[in-house]
């Protein structure tokens, strides 16, 4: 019986080495057709600069391209030599703004195409890949805390690619499967140059704040508020951040936690007006958001009235910076009214409008 057993044993592992060879030997074979990296090129068709494929991926996500500049990709890809199924086919496909492909002498203006399809075409070398194409806007969906229901966009570094991929079809226009994805996928980020002056002038601005104070988390959100869409918001609240550190000894951290929750509130009333008055907000109970926009502004005067108590407290120190501290809280505690006010106009506005 035993001998029995390890016969079994033998002819199992024999089996399982078997399908594991036919498993490479499959995944060998898929691989039909390769990118040459160091051959290809990317030309700016404004400045008439060009870069090699491997230059641009070694930056990784810090490769950035400009807004509105026209692109023109020459990708050159050749077959590896194993066996091409008659139903394979190439799909070309990028987000860049006005595509026009060219593969052999074939033209196309999709987002994506199928090229490469049956017999004949797959016995030819494969022609070289040409793509023009101008950058898209870095308008990007956002997240916004407590608003994750809706379709929010900002405007940020947006991710930008060209994607080869082999796989069968039945349709010619889709890809039944993936069989293989030529890599490296050349990708880079979409920005202009406001948003990079921007992230600039706010990185300078929480490094100073950072130098007087340390860390404190209220860095971390101005931050993550940059990176979800909002640069202007960010730049402007680390801007705020940086004048309060200064000779803030010892620091109202609460003052710190009021202003984000601020700013949250802020934020998420105005995206819910203009998403509402522009049409976004078609089938929403606009009476029930008006009054949660009032419970805002009433959360907004709350905490304005403690900031207020924060300044007295300040201002009755012996010390004139905390004294000075006061004062500027004042100045904080005023803006804050207006927005509450502000915010409470607004639903007013959408109570008028139902």
């Known amino acids: 019986m035993s001998r029995v057993l390890c016969v079994l044993c033998v002819l199992l592992v024999v089996l399982s080495l078997a399908v594991l060879g036919v498993g490479i030997g ?3 074979v898929q691989e039909v057709l390769k990118l040459d990296e160091k051959k290809s090129y990317v030309r700016n068709l404004d400045t008439g600069i060009e870069k090699n494929y491997t230059d641009i991926l070694k ?8 807004e509105g500049d026209m692109l023109e990709f020459h990708i050159y890809v050749s077959k590896t030599g194993n066996p091409i199924l008659d139903d394979y086919v190439l799909e070309l496909r990028t987000n860049l703004d006005s595509p026009e492909w060219k593969f052999g002498d074939d033209l196309s203006h999709s987002a994506n195409w199928i090229v490469w399809k049956g017999t004949e075409a797959h016995e030819h070398v494969v022609p070289k890949v040409i793509l023009s194409g101008e950058v898209p806007k870095p308008i990007m969906k956002v997240k916004e805390p407590g608003f994750e229901g809706y379709d929010l966009y900002g405007i940020g570094e947006k991710d930008v690619y060209v994607e080869l991929t082999v796989g069968p079809t039945r349709d010619g226009a889709t890809l039944e499967t993936i069989i293989q994805k030529l890599e490296p996928t050349m990708t880079f980020k979409s920005t202009n140059k406001a948003i990079k002056a921007t992230k600039s002038e706010m990185d300078a601005n929480l490094e100073e704040a950072k130098a007087k104070i340390g860390d ?8 993550e508020l940059y990176e ?3 640069p202007g918001w960010a730049s402007k609240l680390s801007e705020h951040y940086n004048e309060l550190s200064v000779g803030a000894e010892p620091k109202p951290v609460g003052l710190y936690a009021i202003i984000a929750l601020m700013l949250g509130l802020i934020l998420g009333a105005g995206i819910v007006y203009v998403y509402v008055s522009r049409g976004g907000g078609k089938g929403m109970d606009l009476s029930e958001v008006s009054s949660e926009l009032d419970d805002t502004s009433g959360r907004i005067a709350d905490k304005s009235s403690a900031i207020n108590t924060l300044s007295t407290r300040f201002a009755r120190s012996a010390d004139e910076e905390q004294r000075n501290t006061a004062r500027e809280l004042l100045k904080i505690r005023a803006s804050l009214n207006e927005l509450a006010n502000e915010i409470r106009t607004i639903a007013d506005r959408l109570r008028g409008s139902r």
């Open 216 to 223: 404190y988390r209220l860095e971390e959100d101005i931050k």
């Open 26 to 28: 499959a995944a060998a």
């Open 228 to 230: 979800a869409g909002h």
């Open 59 to 66: 930056s990784g996500n810090d490769s950035k391209q400009l």
